[in-house]
């Protein structure tokens, strides 16, 4: 060992000790030169004086303690197995003889080890009382020594004057009330910690420099920073009040949902169920469009990453990753993602006043179509030379879906999906047609011309005509249908086995000033009867949910019966239904 030699750290709870004991040196309550005994007083390692073992000596693995068994004590009880069927009474016993062959490695050493410690106590005495060789004098030789790390933690208790009776990183432990110092792989993962802090204490959680995270253990510079925190937060969702007879609703309009949107949709782009990260296309332009009653720059900034990501031929791509190198995403069949550029500059525009932006420019990627036989493509997205204004991008997407035609009724094809990503293979032969889709495009068509005007309004306005008049067309009766398959078999009528009503179908027919009048109020009528579960208070997005595969809707069937995008509450779509009332 010399001065070139560089240790690495293992592991978090020792990346972590190790972090403390630089941010205390730096403070001055600390050196790394101390011997433990400072903090420490009983401890000793036998054949070594004890005020030649340093701090230093721990921490890099050079105390002479030799490989020790309460490692492996350790390592069983933070095993991914350590909540099998072992009973109470034969841990610690001598069983191993009686053991199966089929059990763990870590079930074994958790019924038959001697040394089972889960307190630093335990270790000290064990260090202290153990007959063991030692390796030789502190700072001779270098044993990794799990142990040592564990007088390490107990040394950062001491110096930081903030005296701990117990923590865990194990959620279950937690929940059981045990403070039992473990840490690692395998675990439920939580930080809990039970101590006594006798003056005011800092806890840093995040990623930063170390220049800045140290800046932010000083109590002064923390409640600065927290005050400038809460005054950024408070600017940015809670500008916006709304009072009801519901308290709760009051505080999730007055802020909370908000600061969802813009954070676990805008920032993050993850949550539960969904945690890539991905931008998409359709998705962020709704989730910025609804902030414009806040702040209206979210929502121009992704109508400009939303014409950054449509290729030159109009179509865009469905979702992508960003990062610091070359960007991937895929480029799909799906027929609504496009319309949504358009309809969020029309919202953009009308609540801001706005129309600059329709002459921002932005460059089209560039790549190969799909080919006849590909349902999607996943691959990396190269910005081209072409370029086009926000109006350029917007007529794009409108003629695109227009060039990909009509079906036998007269309706927007459906390709392999529209908003419900999960009917893929309802036009996957590409005969299928979509309802939804058709009013849509007639409703953002009629917005966009009023927009914009001149030649190219009357064009989309006869466009718009003509989808309305499809649309009434697919009228079953008391409501409208969701579209049709592949063969021309409705899809979301009285006839149908299964997704007899669709929800969105019925609440974009309300959207389009042209639809009949008495028609919609039907629709809606037979929706709120049909599609809100008053027992189990949700509004679902279709009924019944799907689960043959005949006629094949698609991946939707893949989703339990009543969830999710199968005839769930899809929030998303309720709501269009309640505001179409």
Request: aromatic content about 10%; overall charge negative; proline content about 4%.
């Amino acid at each position: 060992i010399d001065e070139n030699t560089i240790f690495g750290i293992a592991s978090m709870s020792k990346s972590t000790s190790t972090l403390a004991l630089a941010i205390l040196e730096a403070e001055g309550k600390f050196s790394y030169d101390d011997p433990v005994t400072k903090y420490i007083p009983s401890f000793r390692i036998p054949g070594n004086p004890t005020d030649t073992v340093l701090v230093r000596h721990l921490a890099m693995h050079t105390a002479g303690i030799p490989p020790m068994e309460p490692l492996e004590w350790s390592i069983a009880m933070n095993s991914t197995d350590r909540f099998s069927d072992a009973s109470e009474e034969t841990v610690g016993k001598d069983v191993y003889s009686a053991a199966d062959e089929s059990d763990s490695w870590a079930l074994q050493m958790r019924r038959t080890s001697p040394n089972q410690m889960d307190k630093i106590e335990q270790v000290i005495d064990y260090i202290a009382n153990c007959k063991y060789k030692t390796l030789g004098a502190a700072g001779e030789y270098m044993s990794y020594s799990n142990e040592g790390y564990a007088v390490i933690s107990y040394i950062v208790d001491a110096a930081a004057g903030m005296p701990l009776t117990g923590w865990t990183c194990d959620r279950f432990s937690f929940l059981r009330g045990q403070m039992d110092a473990r840490a690692g792989a395998g675990l439920s993962p939580c930080f809990a910690l039970e101590g006594v802090v006798e003056r005011q204490g800092v806890l840093v959680c995040g990623c930063d420099t170390r220049a800045n995270l140290l800046r932010l253990t000083q109590p002064d510079e923390a409640v600065r920073a927290l005050h400038r925190v809460r005054e950024r937060w408070l600017g940015a969702v809670s500008r916006l009040w709304i009072t009801t007879p519901d308290a709760a609703m009051n505080r999730y309009l007055g802020g909370w949902a908000a600061y969802q949107t813009l954070c676990c949709r805008l920032l993050a782009r993850t949550s539960l169920y969904q945690n890539g990260g991905a931008f998409g296309f359709r998705d962020q332009l709704q989730d910025a469009v609804n902030l414009l009653l806040l702040d209206s720059a979210p929502a121009r900034e992704q109508i400009g990453y939303a014409c950054a990501h449509q290729f030159s031929a109009g179509d865009v791509c469905h979702w992508w990753h960003a990062d610091a190198g070359v960007e991937h995403g895929v480029r799909t069949r799906i027929s609504d993602d496009l319309l949504w550029l358009p309809w969020a500059v029309c919202e953009y525009a009308q609540k801001t006043g706005d129309t600059q932006i329709l002459s921002a420019e932005y460059p089209f990627l560039a790549g190969e179509e799909l080919e006849e036989n590909e349902h999607d493509r996943y691959q990396p997205l190269t910005p081209g030379a072409e370029t086009g204004t926000v109006l350029e991008h917007c007529r794009r997407a409108f003629m695109r879906v227009l060039a990909r035609g009509v079906g036998a009724h007269g309706l927007l094809h459906i390709g392999t999906g529209d908003w419900n990503d999960a009917f893929d293979r309802v036009g996957a032969q590409g005969r299928g047609e979509s309802v939804w889709l058709t009013w849509f495009f007639a409703v953002t068509a009629r917005k966009f011309a009023a927009l914009i005007g001149g030649h190219a309004a009357e064009q989309l306005t006869l466009a718009a005509d003509r989808c309305t008049r499809a649309a009434e067309a697919a009228w079953d009766g008391a409501w409208y249908r969701r579209g049709y398959y592949d063969d021309g078999q409705p899809l979301g009528s009285e006839k149908s086995a299964e997704c007899r009503i669709d929800a969105i179908a019925q609440a974009f027919a309300a959207f389009d000033t042209h639809a009949d009048p008495a028609h919609v109020h039907c629709a809606l009528t037979s929706a709120v009867e049909q599609l809100f579960d008053r027992e189990h208070n949700v509004v679902r997005l279709f009924d019944p949910p799907i689960t043959r595969r005949t006629p094949e809707t698609g991946y939707v069937r893949s989703y339990g019966a009543g969830l999710r995008e199968n005839g769930g509450q899809y929030t998303h779509g309720a709501l269009w239904l309640a505001m179409a009332l």
